[in-house]
């Protein structure tokens, strides 16, 4: 079993891991795709999971039509997100508080990596009230592919100064845990959709139900 002292440094994903922030996107994407004509299932919008936005747009294009109009879609599912924060906030994903607690306590090492890009990010951590928790961001905006490329988290373990076998990753997507794979970390996935890919299992090194659990895990 996988104990804190295993690793050098935590590198944490954001959407589905430390917030719940895929609920609130799909619920934009469902209401913007309702007012252009066209219908969003959930499985769909949970396919766009983990994905810059570069992807999440070739999906949609390949999804509605060449003639689908992005722009539109961009704005009107950017309204409704806000209009829902603003409303409902951001959820912190369970077991969270109680790792960072932790992980304070035995003064190990963290930083947030995300293909989210920075200014969303760090308003996605402001409505959830996190907005202090992470001193190290590594976005999108920072390397020159996103994940499932490697480079997120190569350029957090630099920042971190730890080597990237030294730094353990948790990530709830598939395109995560390839990225984490392809960088050479040891991964923890935590899914936040179902069902789950049996290749995303095969690639990871340990499997949690959620982020309280894997704390009691290597806590123990």
């Keep these: 079993m996988l104990r804190l002292a295993d690793c050098s440094a935590v590198i944490f994903d ?10 609130t996107y799909s ?14 299932s959930d499985d769909f919008c949970l396919s766009l999971s983990g994905l810059h936005y570069q992807d999440v747009e070739k999906n949609l294009l390949a999804f509605c039509g060449a003639e689908f109009d992005l722009q539109t879609f961009n704005r009107l599912s950017g309204e409704c997100w806000r209009d829902h924060v603003d409303v409902h906030g951001i959820n912190i994903k369970h077991g969270f508080s109680e790792l960072l607690e932790l992980l304070v306590r035995h003064k190990t090492p963290y930083c947030l990596a995300t293909n989210s890009r920075a200014v969303n990010a760090l308003e996605c951590l402001e409505l959830a009230g996190l907005k202090e928790v992470f ?11 996103g994940k499932p490329e490697p480079d ?21 997507s598939h395109t995560g845990i390839v990225a984490a794979s392809r960088a050479g970390a040891v ?24 982020l309280a659990q894997f704390t009691h895990a290597i806590r123990a």
């Design 187 to 210: 991964s923890v996935f935590i899914p936040s959709t179902a069902p789950v890919d049996p290749l995303t299992v095969e690639l990871c090194d340990l499997m949690m139900d959620d």
């Design 27 to 40: 619920i934009a994407w469902q209401q913007a795709a309702i007012s252009m004509g066209y219908d969003f």
């Design 14 to 23: 954001m959407d589905g891991l430390v917030l719940d922030t895929e609920s």
């Design 152 to 172: 997120i988290f190569l350029k957090a373990a630099e920042l971190l100064q730890v080597d990237i076998d030294r730094c353990l990753v948790l990530e709830d």
């Design 135 to 145: 001193s190290m961001i590594v976005s999108r905006d920072h390397v020159q592919h």
